[in-house]
């Protein structure tokens, strides 16, 4: 990646815009949206946890697709693509499972409970915290980025059925994108949607810095082996 | 012609385990210490639910999984053998099919230990078709011996094998473990469960899907490199 490419160039610009998107989206939540009846006050968790929970599945998608690639063309930017979006959705993953909990506490008196989704965003940030720990503890570079990369690929692939067994197991969760609407009111859906669209654009701009920060690092680390 | 090979890593690799033993010993001896440590949970007088016992029968199984593959794999590198098997005249797939063959034998081994070992401990005597039993446990031990063999290459090398290997495979196997708990449970006379046969699907679709990606993705994890 060099200094011109049209990625380095947009992060500054997808950080402002991130910024905006979640000072407007902070509008929608506090003034715009309408107080929940049941819930009240607690209900506008939702709109942190959804985004969360929705952008680290993505970016679990992006290490799928990047690992694949990778095992392909074995271009290290695919690598390093794989690496930043796994953080990104680890971190988001575990702030979903937060928020999550937090609601649970609120909704249904319980911290936890075995629900599909959270269960299966468990699992996730499981197997990618056991996904960067593989990384780490191997010294081989080329080694590290082909296990990775299987790793990523296999990752995915289990995503399916762990919801299956999780929601066969049982599940209380709400259907927030059901097929009548999930129960949600329209101006709610909106700010749900605005929430999404902000924090999108800034883990565009989290992940594009991230890939910065880790090409720089293969760089540096290039120039003391030659 | 069906090539079979493999055959031969796998008769070699049991040869190996068998001739001093302490491939087979080790799982055994573990499962049957996380079996006997369960037992103590329970309260004196209280029975062990069939779901509980379904669950220890296979936390004991996926820790004799971990180490069998560890052993497999660390042969080849303890004799620095390993480029051998990548020079022979046959596809990489077929270590990983012998791997996973000889893992699926020592596991029904340490298996055959720790089924008395569920009902002594964990007074588990309503057994019911053993047939459908068997059918089960292999079903599962597919799966198991799937990821086991793929991944099992992965920690070759590294000082904390073990618990590098159990952090990378023990979340994927969720799924298949719920499977086998709730089958298990059903047959060790727990309650009826009306989703028997769509948990026999999910274990199926893990082995299946597993089995594919191992036999694409295997050789990127055992080339050298």
């Not at chain 1, 008196?109 to 299966?120: H, K, Q």
């Not at chain 1, 468990?122 to 990618?128: A, D, E, K, N, S």
């Not at chain 2, 099919?97 to 089924?115: D, E, H, I, P, R």
Request: glycine share 8%.
């Amino acid at each position: 990646m060099s200094d011109n490419s049209i990625m380095v160039r947009s992060i500054p610009a997808l950080a402002v815009m991130g910024a905006a998107g979640l000072i407007i989206a902070q509008y929608f939540i506090w003034i715009y949206a309408p107080v929940e009846a049941t819930m009240g006050i607690m209900q506008k968790i939702f709109y942190f946890h959804l985004p969360m929970a929705w952008w680290g599945l993505i970016c679990f998608f992006v290490v799928f697709c990047a690992s694949l690639v990778f095992l392909i063309s074995k271009n290290p930017f695919m690598d390093r693509l794989s690496q930043a979006a796994a953080e990104m959705g680890l971190l988001y993953s575990a702030l979903a499972l937060a928020t999550g909990s937090l609601w649970a506490r609120a909704a249904w008196n319980t911290w936890w409970t075995w629900d599909p989704r959270l269960s299966t965003t468990l699992v996730m940030w499981f197997i990618y915290a056991g996904y960067l720990a593989l990384r780490q503890s191997i010294d081989n570079p080329q080694k590290m980025r082909a296990v990775s990369a299987v790793l990523g690929v296999v990752a995915f692939l289990n995503v399916p059925l762990v919801f299956l067994s999780a929601r066969m197991w049982r599940s209380i969760h709400p259907a927030v994108f059901g097929s009548k609407g999930g129960g949600l009111e329209p101006e709610m859906m909106t700010t749900v949607l605005v929430c999404i669209v902000a924090w999108g654009i800034l883990t565009s701009g989290i992940l594009f810095y991230r890939l910065r920060q880790l090409d720089i690092k293969d760089r540096v680390k290039n120039l003391f082996i030659f | 012609m069906l090539n079979i090979r493999f055959l031969c890593l796998t008769v070699k690799d049991l040869k190996l385990i068998f001739s001093d033993g302490s491939g087979i010993i080790q799982p055994v001896l573990l499962g049957l210490i996380l079996v006997f440590v369960f037992s103590l949970s329970t309260p004196i007088g209280e029975e062990v639910t069939a779901q509980a016992a379904a669950s220890i029968f296979w936390l004991a199984t996926s820790f004799a999984l971990i180490l069998v593959f560890n052993t497999l794999y660390s042969m080849e590198e303890t004799n620095q053998a390993r480029t051998g098997l990548l020079l022979s005249p046959m596809p990489l797939q077929h270590v990983w099919v012998s791997k996973a063959l000889t893992g699926m034998l020592l596991l029904l081994l340490a298996q055959l230990f720790f089924f008395p070992a569920i009902i002594v401990f964990l007074g588990q005597e309503n057994m019911a078709g053993w047939w459908t039993l068997l059918g089960v446990i292999l079903l599962v031990d597919w799966g198991l011996v799937a990821v086991g063999s793929l991944l099992g290459a992965v920690s070759q090398g590294h000082a904390a094998r073990d618990s590098l290997l159990s952090v990378v495979i023990f979340p994927l196997l969720i799924p298949l473990l719920l499977a086998g708990i709730r089958m298990g449970a059903h047959l060790l006379g727990g309650a009826d469960d009306e989703n028997l046969g769509a948990w026999g699907g999910i274990a199926f679709s893990f082995g299946a899907v597993f089995t594919g990606a191992a036999i694409v993705l295997f050789p990127f994890i055992y080339n050298e490199y």
